[in-house]
C-alpha cells in the first residue's frame, strides 16, 4: 500500500525555534507538497517540489523554507517558529504533470508557543 | 487567481437522508475538479476526479457531478461511517506548472444513526 509517512504526529515548540518536519514517500513520486491547514482557511499551499533539489514556493511560503535531497524525502523548515504559525502541516506526494491523485500523509499538529 | 468556496460549512443528517454538497469555483481554464475526504486526524484521501462540464462519477454512495461553475457531492442513504469533512479542490490549465491545487475549506458532515 502506498504511503506518506510525516515523522511526528504532534509537536511542541517555543517562539524563534528553528523546527524541521520531515516527510518521506515509499512511491517514487516525482512531486512533492507540503500544505497548512486552519479552520475556515482550508489547504493552503506552502512549498513544492518536482524533483530532486528543485523547489518552488506556493501561496505562503514567507517563514519557510523547503530541503529535498533525495527524491523521497522532503522536509519543512520553520528557520524562527511564530505563534501564527501553529498549525495542522500536511505532506503529500504525486505523480506526474497533472497529478490526478493527492497522497497525503496524516498530518503534523503543530503549536508554538 | 483559482478560488473554490464550498457549502454548507458543516451539514448534520440523520441515517438514510439524502442530501448534497457544493463546491463553486472559479478558475482561468479547468484541467480537473477533485474531491477528497478527510477523517479527523488524518490526512485527505482521493474520491473523485472530475474533468468537463456533465461527467459524472459515483463511488458506493457518493456521486459526484460537475457543471461549468460548480461541482455537487451528492450522498444517498447515508451512514454513520459516510461522516467525515469533504473537501474540493481544482486545477487550472495556467496551474499546471505548478502541479498544485487549490482547496476549498470543506463541508464536515455528521452522518446520525
Known amino acids: 500500500d502506498v504511503k506518506v509517512t510525516q515523522s511526528s504526529r504532534y509537536l511542541v515548540k517555543r517562539t524563534g525555534e528553528k523546527v524541521f518536519l520531515e516527510c518521506v514517500q515509499d512511491m517514487d513520486h516525482e512531486n512533492m507538497f507540503w500544505y497548512r491547514q486552519d479552520p475556515g482557511l482550508g489547504l493552503r499551499l506552502i512549498y513544492f517540489?518536482?524533483?530532486?533539489?528543485?523547489?518552488e514556493k506556493g501561496d505562503i511560503p514567507e517563514g519557510y523554507s523547503v530541503s529535498r535531497e533525495k527524491k523521497e524525502r522532503f522536509s519543512l523548515i520553520l528557520e524562527s517558529a511564530s505563534t501564527n504559525q501553529t498549525s495542522m502541516y500536511l505532506c503529500?506526494?504525486?505523480?506526474?504533470?497533472?497529478?490526478?491523485?493527492?497522497?497525503f500523509g496524516s498530518g503534523t499538529q503543530l503549536s508554538v508557543l | 487567481e483559482d478560488q473554490v468556496t464550498q457549502s454548507p460549512e458543516a451539514l448534520r443528517l440523520q441515517e438514510g437522508e439524502s442530501s448534497s454538497l457544493n463546491c463553486s469555483y472559479t478558475v482561468s481554464g479547468l484541467r480537473g475538479l477533485f474531491w477528497y475526504r478527510q477523517d479527523p486526524g488524518k490526512g485527505p484521501e482521493f474520491l473523485f476526479t472530475?474533468?468537463?462540464a456533465g461527467e459524472e462519477k459515483e463511488k458506493e454512495r457518493l456521486k459526484a457531478t460537475l457543471t461549468k461553475k460548480e461541482s455537487f457531492l451528492h450522498i444517498t442513504a447515508p451512514k454513520p461511517e459516510d461522516s467525515a469533512t469533504y473537501l474540493c479542490?481544482?486545477?487550472?490549465?495556467?496551474?499546471?506548472?505548478?502541479?498544485?491545487?487549490?482547496f476549498g475549506s470543506g463541508t464536515r458532515l455528521q452522518v446520525q444513526p
Open positions: 517540489s518536482y524533483d530532486v533539489k528543485m523547489k
Open positions: 472530475l474533468y468537463s
Open positions: 479542490a481544482v486545477q487550472g490549465i495556467m496551474d499546471t506548472g505548478r502541479r498544485a491545487l487549490t
Open positions: 503529500a506526494s504525486s505523480l506526474g504533470l497533472f497529478n490526478e491523485k493527492l497522497f
